[in-house]
């Protein structure tokens, strides 16, 4: 039998779990585990902070659909991990986070870097473990990708104090996870589908309202063919975007906050509501009082704790959302698609009639939109798209046409800014081959742009697109829209030099200060690919994100425009 340190068993045990990339930040009581990870064969990318660790780890599970994994020391180490954590938490990305720990004899003494771990980080993480016998390490850390990974994916910290580590242990293979307190269901009510399935049959309106957990289910494909089956309009979140190709006729875009006119409208007016791995988000919502009244609501969720939570459905089924649509399939069975012709004459309507707009004046200032559109027509759209928060994100995710799943990462439920630029290193060291492109805004990328060295010194050459109109961009709309224009602490300024700034982190930087220089910058930015790239692009800064719901309002009535509101009429 195989005698060795903790250490050397808790980096035995990431190999076992088919750990192929870390990202982490070394420190006192993790450098135990570091000493083997020296002779590992799983390659470690240096984070310049721990938040930007957790946003890589963030990224590789997004892009590659395994679980991610970071490394953090004790105190300050952990504590920079819990905004990640968080993250990953309220948006089910699957994370296995290894911090180090004080000694088990210095514990609750105030030790140098000492902190309460797993009580700060017990409400951001799925679920966490304190390990005091180096002989349960193997198995606990088997259990993290267990529980990360299943039923709904979600953040699983280990806390392993020095001691711990560098005590003896003998290695064991795994043994299968037996949790008796957690058990996901996988499958859904057999009569309640059945159930679903004639509602949906009978309906005059039917929507489909499908979001990430689609995507973590891996069950794009299958939604494809049940909504073929149906006729029914699809409207995504915006954690879903790409689950459902946005070229396809049945397709409505994105609903909510910003959402299109054409996808929050159909919810509003829909008789039979298809909720498929979503939560009814308040962005989404907007008044849960009046959000889609005359529906009758079928809610499909692998996490029983979202059934309900919002809004009491007509058809709970908890499971997983891929088993669920085969079931839904399977019970359609060989019925024809009903006749909702009207239904779809009116979606189809709507689209004519409220299309996303923008002017492009070709003397400028540049319009965000149209350098996404510009950067999506030079790709073609093959490329995974990174976003961090604000009205970029809102402007990405609007004006990108996505085709495929996991081709489009950002911070959804958090709203974490500086989630961009790590969190596009992680999906890029997941897939290399892939063109992975962040698009941040100068706020967001001013919160953790010193991860460019990371993609510079590892040779993750990412592309990073910064939308710039020099400041808090939502911020300056809502001060705009709601607070008589008094723009109180959202300016940055002008005083960043985005293309020294990216030259003195080892990228390549270029910039496009009016309409005509977007494309050829762009193209020159595109041909690089021996080094990470900066862009900067100078914005028209007071332009804003449309269409609008005020948060907390009802959905009936949509700003599509500055001073222009459209109310739904019934």
Aim: net charge negative.
């Amino acid at each position: 039998m195989d005698r060795m340190t903790g250490a050397q068993a808790l980096i035995k045990a990431l190999e076992y779990e088919d750990v192929d990339v870390v990202f982490g930040v070394p420190g006192g009581a993790i450098l135990p585990a570091y000493d083997p990870l020296f002779d590992s064969p799983i390659r470690h990318v240096l984070a310049r902070h721990e938040q930007g660790a957790g946003h890589m780890a963030e990224g590789f599970a997004w892009a590659t659909g395994k679980t991610g994994v970071c490394i953090a020391t004790s105190g300050p180490g952990a504590t920079n991990l819990v905004t990640p954590l968080a993250d990953a938490l309220v948006d089910s990305v699957p994370v296995v986070a290894i911090t180090g720990q004080v000694a088990t004899t210095a514990v609750g003494n105030d030790a140098f870097q000492e902190a309460y771990t797993t009580g700060i980080t017990m409400p951001a993480t799925k679920h966490n473990y304190f390990v005091s016998d180096p002989d349960e390490l193997v198995q606990t850390v088997h259990e993290a990708f267990h529980i990360a990974s299943t039923g709904r994916p979600g953040p699983v910290l280990v806390d392993v104090p020095k001691d711990v580590q560098n005590a003896m242990t003998t290695w064991a293979n795994p043994q299968p996870v037996s949790l008796p307190g957690y058990k996901p269901t996988k499958e859904g009510h057999t009569l309640r589908v059945r159930d679903a399935v004639d509602l949906i049959e009978k309906a005059k309106r039917p929507v489909f309202y499908v979001g990430g957990g689609i995507i973590k289910a891996n069950a794009s494909a299958e939604l494809r063919e049940l909504v073929e089956r149906t006729g029914a309009p699809v409207v995504t979140t915006l954690m879903g975007r790409g689950c459902f190709p946005d070229d396809h006729p049945l397709a409505c875009g994105m609903s909510g906050m910003h959402g299109t006119y054409t996808a929050t409208t159909a919810i509003q007016r829909a008789d039979v509501l298809i909720a498929i791995g979503v939560r009814f988000d308040d962005r989404v919502t907007g008044d849960p009082a009046t959000f889609a009244p005359e529906a009758a609501v079928i809610h499909a969720d692998v996490d029983p704790a979202e059934i309900g939570k919002v809004r009491v459905p007509e058809i709970p089924i908890v499971g997983d959302a891929r088993r669920v649509i085969s079931q839904m399939i399977e019970a359609w069975g060989d019925r024809t698609q009903p006749d909702i012709t009207t239904w779809q004459d009116q979606v189809s309507e709507w689209k004519r009639r409220y299309p996303l707009r923008y002017e492009q004046d070709p003397e400028g200032p540049i319009k965000p939109q149209y350098a996404i559109e510009e950067l999506h027509r030079l790709t073609g759209g093959d490329a995974t798209i990174v976003s961090g928060v604000g009205q970029h994100q809102m402007w990405a995710s609007l004006h990108w046409r996505f085709s495929d799943p996991r081709r489009w990462i950002n911070s959804g439920g958090l709203g974490t800014m500086g989630f961009a630029v790590p969190a596009a290193i992680g999906a890029k060291a997941g897939n290399p081959d892939d063109l992975v492109i962040a698009i941040d805004g100068d706020g967001c990328f001013q919160m953790t742009l010193q991860e460019l060295v990371t993609a510079s010194t590892e040779g993750i050459n990412v592309k990073v697109v910064v939308i710039n109109n020099g400041a808090h961009g939502m911020v300056t709309q809502w001060q705009r829209m709601f607070y008589n224009g008094r723009f109180s602490a959202s300016q940055l300024g002008d005083k960043l030099d985005y293309v020294l700034l990216a030259e003195a982190m080892g990228c390549a930087g270029f910039r496009a200060t009016s309409p005509d220089e977007v494309a050829p910058t762009l193209e020159k930015a595109l041909a690089v690919n021996d080094v990470p790239v900066v862009v900067e692009i100078k914005v028209d800064w007071d332009e804003m994100v449309f269409p609008m719901v005020p948060a907390g309002s009802n959905n009936d009535t949509i700003f599509v425009g500055p001073d222009e509101k459209v109310s739904l009429e019934r």
